[in-house]
T-cell receptor, first 114, second 110 residues
Framework: SQTIHQWPATLVQPVGSPLSLECTVE??????LYWYRQAAGRGLQLLFY??????ISSEVPQNLSASRPQDRQFILSSKKLLLSDSGFYLC?????????????FGNGTRLTVT | GQQVMQIPQYQHVQEGEDFTTYCNSS?????IQWYKQRPGGHPVFLIQ?????EVKKQKRLTFQFGEAKKNSSLHITATQTTDVGTYFC??????????FGRGTSLIVHP
């Protein structure tokens, strides 16, 4: 069966420090991968999505970046965190094209920038 | 771009009362998905609706897709404390990435 791993679960980082969040998927090949951010009590904001290795699409301008070095690995990074980067970061995967398959989310990383 | 509006933002109910959340899109949708996020947890897929006028049931949950495929609803009959959480709809329009509504947080008072 397919599983998704996301770590760390919680993270407290000072303003200006770098960030690296990692997400890996097991049990499926060539998944679509997504990074979402959820501010406290708010909805899901799509940050990045990827349909294949090295293929990254950005949905909103920000100081974050994403990379997909391997088929089932998706990394969210920042060189210098801002206070506004605090939030709940969720990685998700789906299969196929056309958006007809559901998204499967990881457990999320709760990031607090201080 | 495509927008998916979801109301209400919050809903308080007494245990045993019914609950409904509504989702409206600015454009015609190919499909609509529903997710539930428990407090402190991550969204979990509940169901997908594809056909115009489609109705699906999961125990006490009833999902509907409008005839024009621009709106949807989730109705819970006789809520229980285990129903607490935020319910999101996600509509698929012109792109192959679903657009999420802002969610409805359900609070059930025992």
């Amino acid at each position: 069966s397919q599983t998704i791993h996301q770590w760390p679960a919680t993270l407290v980082q000072p303003v200006g420090s770098p960030l690296s969040l990692e997400c890996t998927v097991e049990g499926t090949s060539n998944p679509n991968l997504y990074w979402y951010r959820q501010a406290a009590g708010r909805g899901l904001q799509l940050l990045f999505y990827s349909v294949g290795i090295g293929q990254i699409s950005s949905e909103v301008p920000q100081n974050l970046s994403a990379s997909r070095p391997q088929d089932r690995q998706f990394i969210l990074s920042s060189k210098k965190l801002l206070l506004s980067d605090s939030g709940f970061y969720l990685c998700a995967w789906s299969v196929g094209q056309g958006g007809n398959s559901p998204l499967h989310f990881g457990n999320g990383t709760r990031l607090t920038v201080t | 771009g495509q927008q998916v509006m979801q109301i209400p933002q919050y809903q308080h109910v007494q245990e045993g009362e019914d609950f409904t959340t509504y989702c409206n899109s600015s454009t015609t949708l190919s499909n609509i998905q529903w997710y539930k996020q428990r407090p402190g947890g991550h969204p979990v897929f509940l169901i997908q609706l594809v056909k115009s006028g489609e109705v699906k049931k999961q125990k006490r949950l009833t999902f509907q897709f409008g005839e024009a495929k621009k709106n949807s609803s989730l109705h819970i009959t006789a809520t229980q404390t285990t129903d607490v959480g935020t319910y999101f709809c996600a509509g698929l329009g012109g792109s192959y990435i679903p657009t999420f509504g802002r969610g409805t947080s359900l609070i059930v008072h025992p």
